[in-house]
């Protein structure tokens, strides 16, 4: 990554583009929780897990915590301070910098893998139709993509709507609600899902109590076009 493109990336994250909080508490949020246990489902021992954008570190640390099984665990993330604390968790095989702003994966990175996780990237890169066709390319025959992006019809975003209060990451170039995230998949792309999942209903607060986050992941399971994220397994 050159200079200027670090300097871009961080007056880009001054400006608004804020989605991790790297000094606080590092909790799991249910998407993390469903991602690592779907790349533990679609993989076995001594397979090979790629975190795009790897953010802290807490779904490749909750795959070691999980699975009694060892597997070989690659990160990447567009901001170093990310993969230091995400080291600092698991131990990786391979450690990645990207450039979030020409999305450059297949310049940086070689090989194929079993799984390959991308979550709440997608949203922010300019090409995103390019951006699965690399990321596919870096996924061994038979493997699985897990991918996952921000729901913008779920109730907070809504509820700004309607109060006509400002709400978008300014990171985020791209948006899809449940049926258009289904759309771009298998009509768009053609590609093979073998799985949809959904994490939970937030609620306000639910991100540091527990038990409120439990009653959104109940609501999720009632109300999926309200989750807070929409996942998807696709299978090359």
Known sequence: ???????????????????????????????HRIISDLAIKYSKEGDSILDIGCGIGQMVNLIDQKSAQTRDIYIADAYQQCLDITQQRVTPKAVHLIDETNFDITDKIKGEFDVVIMSHVLEHILNPVQAVHDVLTLVREGGHLILAVPNPARPNVLISNITKTHYVNRGHVMTWDMSHWINFLENILKLDVVEYKN?????????SVPAIMKFGEVLGRLLPWWCFSNIAVIKK
């Open 1 to 31: 990554m050159t200079t200027k493109s670090v300097q871009k990336i961080d007056q880009w994250e001054d400006k608004g583009n804020k989605h991790l909080n790297m000094e606080g508490n590092k909790i799991d949020l249910p998407y």
């Open 199 to 207: 994490d939970y209903v937030q609620i306000k607060g639910c991100n």
